[in-house]
Every structure is written in C-alpha cells, then in structure tokens.
C-alpha cells in the first residue's frame, strides 16, 4: 500500500486538502487582530497567505505540463499563479518586516537587506511568469535561485541579529525559527535546484522553436488560462521534492510560522 501511494499521489492529494482547513482557521483567528490596533504590515501579508493557500490546497496544481488534480476552471494554472504572486510577495514582505522590527539597534545593511529580500520576490515572479508564458524550463531555475537567496538573507540577518541584540522580550525565539528554517531549507533547496537543471536540459529547446517572442507569449497565456493536464502520478508531481513543497508550504509549517508571527508581533 506504501509503494502505491508514493507511485500515486491521489490519497496525499486528497489529503492536503485538509490544509485548507488549518488555513481558513488561522485567517478567521487573525481577524479580531485586523480590526483593533495590530500591526497591518504583518495581518495584511498574512491573511493574504492563508487565504491563497487554502485555495491552492482546494486545487492545487503544478505549473510543469500544466498539471492538476481537478480538471476545473478553478485549477487554472493562470489563476493559481496570479494569486500566488500576491501571496509570495507578501509572505517575504512579512518576513522582511519581522526583521525590521526585531532590528532595535536600527543596523542598516540589516535593513537593506530586508528590503533585498522584497526585491528579489519580486525578481523571482518575473522569472516564473516568464516560465509560464515561454514554458521554458531554465526560468524555474533562476526563479528558485531567488528563493534561496531570499532565506539565505534571512538567514544571515538573523544570525547577527540574534547574536548581537540583548533586548528582545521573548522574541529572539523568531530569530531561532529564521535560523532553523534556513539550517533545514537551504540544503534541501540545493536539491531541488539540481533537478530544476536537470529538468531544464531535457526541456531545453522543445517549445516554441522558430516562433516570435510574441507568438510564444500568446500562446503560452492562453495554455496557461485553459490547459490542464490531469495527473495524480508521483513523477508528474514532482515526487519527494514536489510532495514536501506543497504540504509544507501550502498546508503546515509556512502558515503555521507565519500565524505564530502573527500572533507574537500581531499586537506590538
């Protein structure tokens, strides 16, 4: 029974769903913050991530081959991906602004390189967008390069943040979680970096020969609005690499954080 599901992917599909729930639960909790004097820079990005990530738990979807669960409007890989782009920049926003306000001291390149993080997010939607549009697989690497060097910068900028500020409150335990996250994240980023490479090689060349930049463009927004291909088959989902990134960032550690977040800092 263990071999099929980790070669058929419909229970875990079916099962992440019940992300959805652990979402929609942390939004409707965050609500009572929204509307007292909380800090809106960090229950805005937050409700905008719960929000896109029980929709993606609904229906979720892999945009490689345009693969879904649901053969749905509602899977629509243009859809997913528009959503996505506020959810990411706000997820990293929030992380940048946890930042700022655990820099007491006001160091500037810590500053800075929060903002980086910011503008790396956004560098890194128009690396996906451009995989989308062109299905050129080589932008999805460079688009998860940005990733890791948005933690990587967290990462940094916590470490000295945490070694270097006395007075925090109880709340250098953010500083930990920045630090764990990046310890356990980097590593496993690196593999899914060499196989966005290797997919890239294999893919290189098949779409869009001899056609104008335009022609590609249009064509791949319209694939990118109505096509789907429904699979449940561990390999069209990216198997390990695939499983871990959609449970963990859509259903349970990167919502879970982000509502620990909010509810340490929420009222400060």
């Known amino acids: 029974m263990l071999i099929g599901i980790l ?15 652990v979402n929609l639960s942390f939004l409707v909790n965050t609500r009572p913050l929204a509307s007292g004097d909380a800090d809106a820079y960090l229950i805005l990005p937050a409700q905008i991530l719960f929000a896109v990530s029980a929709y993606r738990c609904l229906f979720p979807v892999r945009y ?15 859809v997913t991906r528009l959503l996505a782009t506020f959810s990411e920049i706000a997820l990293i926003f929030l992380f940048s602004h946890v ?12 500053s800075a390189l929060s903002w980086l993080m910011v ?48 007075a925090l409150g109880g709340k250098e335990v953010l500083l930990r979680l920045n ?16 196989t966005l490479h290797a997919s890239a090689k294999r893919n290189s060349g098949r779409n869009g020969a001899g056609s104008s930049i335009s022609m590609r463009l249009a064509i791949g927004l319209k694939r990118a609005v109505w096509a789907r291909t429904r699979r449940t088959d561990a ?11 959609m449970t963990c960032y859509w259903a349970t550690l990167i919502p879970m954080w982000v509502y620990y977040i909010v509810r340490t800092l929420g009222a400060h």
């Not at 490689?64 to 243009?78: A, R, W």
């Open 235 to 245: 390999d069209s989902w990216g198997r390990f690499i695939g499983l871990t990134w």
């Open 119 to 166: 503008a790396q997010v956004v560098i890194s939607q128009g690396f996906v967008w451009a995989a989308i549009l062109t299905e050129q697989f080589e932008f999805y690497y460079y688009e998860e390069l940005g990733w890791a060097l948005i933690f990587l910068a967290n990462t940094i900028a916590s470490a000295y943040l945490y070694l270097t500020v006395d």
């Open 7 to 21: 070669r058929d992917y419909t229970v875990v599909l079916w099962m992440l769903k019940l992300g959805s729930l």
């Open 99 to 110: 930042l700022r306000l655990l820099n007491i001291d006001k160091v500037e390149w810590v």
């Open 179 to 194: 630090l764990l996250f990046g310890i356990v994240y980097l590593p496993w980023q690196a593999i899914h970096l060499a």
């Open 64 to 78: 490689e081959h345009n693969v879904v669960f649901h053969d749905s409007i509602f899977s629509s890989i243009f």
